[in-house]
């Protein structure tokens, strides 16, 4: 990878107006309402134990779409994420299981992930095939060699070794995973914002051509988005097959909907209209919390379902409409 | 008929004796009646959900919400036969929630510019969730028997099994309507260029929502067989469809150079021997994504046009960076 990408860049513009802000801080606003709002509802809802959890399984959700939030951001897109991450997750409980170490069984789950990653990036940055029908075929794939290491069944971890220690380890009442979540998105908005790396990704989506006439290692950027998106599913896939202390081959599903909402509700915050990570973890929060808290006033996963696709659709409504805005106000000024 | 599309026609014959060969030596089942007709029967439910999705192929759009517009779709059908309604209306009213589903991903991608991937993405998570609505995802089975919809699994019309009837129904409406009538030209130019298409006088929007319409429609029919065959309705009516349907239409499309409804034909017919044959071969079920995915992926690679040009520019690249300066 060519060294210019991680030089210092100089701040983007960030464009003005109350209607802005209003979009902009809107999601922190609906976080903060939501949690108030459960709160009254159901008071075992800010007990110690919930709120552990929800950081936890927000801590998961949040790793797995760290890397995902730059492919869309790129322009592109991932429909293999979860699916890596339901591979990895059967891979470390199938090699915990044969008597192979733990840490060992994680490399080899990250491994997996690394090889899925470079193939998506390979197929879409070099060979230009679509990126929704490669990413569908190789999640397929990875689902498929999924549920066959446990023969199309789930498979029991008795001892969840190092990642189940790190788990249950707290600092105070923080949970340590919640702790390196934040530690890799603050490492992560730098990249983003600080460094040309982040540049380039917002244009790849502006207009892909130009950036290759530019000479920006367009195909090499594509790569490494998906080897990021793949390996940060992979790492959410060891944690979880620790948490879940078994491996589950359909796990996939259920992260599927919730990855591009938080990643597409995200890009409400702060870039308008574009994915970036500080939107993603908020939206990660926020979904944690609408999971936790709907499970506690008895709604069932398929209300969830409908709930999760309807925040997509308005998160989509508003980022497509959001940017929309500011190119229709310059037209005017042109008039 | 011209040279390129007897050589392509060729190679389509070649790929289903090749497939047929394997198989036949592998199982002396493979290729008697009535697994030949297993698997036609196979293309006519499951299979059906590619045609539809050709439409939209042919706009360049995707879909991904189908799987879910079918289990919403089937489920209302289900329920509506166990609340006692005849046979016909039920299968309306299934496909009538379809239609709704697909005016909704139409009006939403072609009229409010949102993103197809995404939207369709979300409204297949609401369609699944609806899907619930009835019986809290619990199977429907009240009033199979004797409503009927067990004997479109049964019957046959014609010598044909009835799937198998409504399929080459389906397939030569479709056929007629996308490349014999001029309304179907729109199709093609409004998936080539719409810019162009709209001065040209075609409504791209409204082939964009008929392509979305088309989709779903297929999609719960495919959804209602698939609970005809199985006698119960239930939420997993279209679990499995999504990749097999890409995988035929761009299987069919890289044979035949485009997306069309022959295409589709033949991407499905090999797609469903080759799902046939495997399960003939007891292959446990879930070898079968990875094998339809891996076909997914060589289809799309080997006969793009760029496969070629791709492998020039990375020879090229690797040499000029090997080179000394």
Not at chain 2, 66 to 89: D, E, H, K, S
Request: hydrophobic fraction near 55%; aromatic fraction near 10%; charge should be neutral.
């Amino acid at each position: 990878m060519s060294d210019t990408i991680l030089q210092p860049a100089a701040p983007l513009g960030v464009g003005r107006g109350l209607r802005q802000f209003l979009v902009r801080y809107s999601l922190a606003g609906i976080f903060i309402i939501v949690v108030l709002a459960f709160s009254i509802l159901r008071p075992d809802f800010t007990r110690a134990e919930n709120i552990n959890e929800i950081l936890i399984s927000a801590s998961i959700s949040g790793i797995m779409f760290l890397g995902l939030t730059w492919v869309l951001a790129a322009g592109e897109i991932d429909i293999s994420f979860m699916e890596v991450a339901a591979l990895s997750d059967m891979i470390v409980a199938g090699l915990v299981n044969a008597g192979w170490g733990w840490p060992l069984a994680a490399c080899a789950g990250l491994a997996a992930g690394v090889a899925v990653g470079l193939l998506n990036g390979f197929l879409v940055g070099y060979m230009r095939l679509p990126a929704l029908i490669t990413t569908l075929a190789t999640g397929s794939f990875a689902r498929s060699i999924a549920a066959v290491i446990g023969l199309g069944s789930s498979v029991e971890v008795a001892d969840t070794g190092i990642a189940g220690r790190f788990l249950n380890l707290h600092f105070g009442f923080l949970p340590a995973v919640a702790v390196l979540t934040v530690l890799l998105y603050a490492a992560a908005w730098f990249v983003q914002e600080k460094l040309v790396f982040g540049h380039y990704l917002y244009a790849m989506e502006q207009n892909r051509n130009a950036v290759v006439e530019a000479g920006i290692p367009a195909r090499r950027l594509t790569v490494l988005v998906y080897l990021m998106s793949a390996i940060c599913a992979a790492i959410a896939g060891i944690l979880l097959t620790a948490s879940l202390a078994s491996g589950q081959p359909r796990i996939g599903v259920s992260f599927f909907i919730d990855g591009l909402t938080a990643v597409l509700l995200g890009g409400m915050v702060i870039k308008l209209g574009q994915p970036n990570v500080l939107g993603t973890l908020l939206a990660v929060l926020l979904l944690a919390v609408l999971v936790s808290g709907t499970a506690l006033i008895g709604w069932s996963d398929w209300e969830r379902d409908i709930l999760k696709g309807a925040l997509l659709l308005i998160g989509v409504i508003i980022v497509v409409k959001g940017r929309a805005a500011p190119a229709t106000a310059q037209m005017g000024g042109a008039h | 008929m011209n040279r390129a599309l007897l050589m392509r026609l060729g190679a389509f014959l070649a790929m289903v004796v090749v497939i047929g060969a394997i198989f036949g030596v592998l199982s002396s089942q493979f290729l008697s009646q009535n697994n030949i007709a297993a698997i036609f029967r196979h293309m006519s439910a499951e299979g059906i959900a590619g045609l539809g999705l050709t439409f939209v192929i042919v706009v360049r759009r995707f879909d991904l919400s189908f799987p879910g517009i079918a289990a919403f779709g089937a489920m209302t059908t289900g329920q509506l036969i166990a609340l006692g309604y005849p046979l016909f209306p039920s299968i309306a009213g299934g496909i009538a929630v379809g239609i709704v589903c697909g005016v909704i991903n139409g009006l939403a991608i072609s009229v409010l510019k949102l993103p197809d991937i995404v939207t369709t993405i979300a409204m297949g998570s609401i369609a699944y969730g609806l899907s619930f609505i009835y019986s809290n995802g619990a199977t429907i089975s009240d009033n199979f028997m004797e409503s009927g919809i067990l004997d479109i699994n049964d019957q046959t019309i014609a010598y044909l099994d009835e799937p198998i009837f409504f399929m080459l129904v389906l397939y030569l409406l479709a056929w007629l309507v996308l490349h014999r009538s001029r309304f179907g030209r729109g199709f093609y130019a409004t998936g080539e260029n719409p810019r162009a298409a709209m001065f040209s006088g075609v409504h791209v929007r409204l082939y964009v929502i008929a392509a979305f319409i088309l989709t779903s429609a297929t999609a719960v029919w495919a959804g209602i067989l698939h609970c005809a065959e199985a006698g119960q309705a239930d939420p997993s009516a279209g679990d499995g469809f999504l990749t097999p349907a890409f995988a035929s239409v761009y299987l069919g499309a890289a044979l035949f150079g485009y997306a069309s409804v022959p295409a589709t034909f033949a991407g499905t017919l090999l797609i469903s021997m080759m799902l046939n044959g495997f399960t003939l071969l007891s292959v446990p079920y879930y070898y079968s994504d990875a094998i339809i995915s891996v076909v997914l992926i060589s289809a799309i690679a080997v006969f793009d046009p760029r496969f070629a040009a791709a492998l020039q520019r990375i020879v090229k690249t690797r040499s000029l960076a090997g080179a000394p300066k």
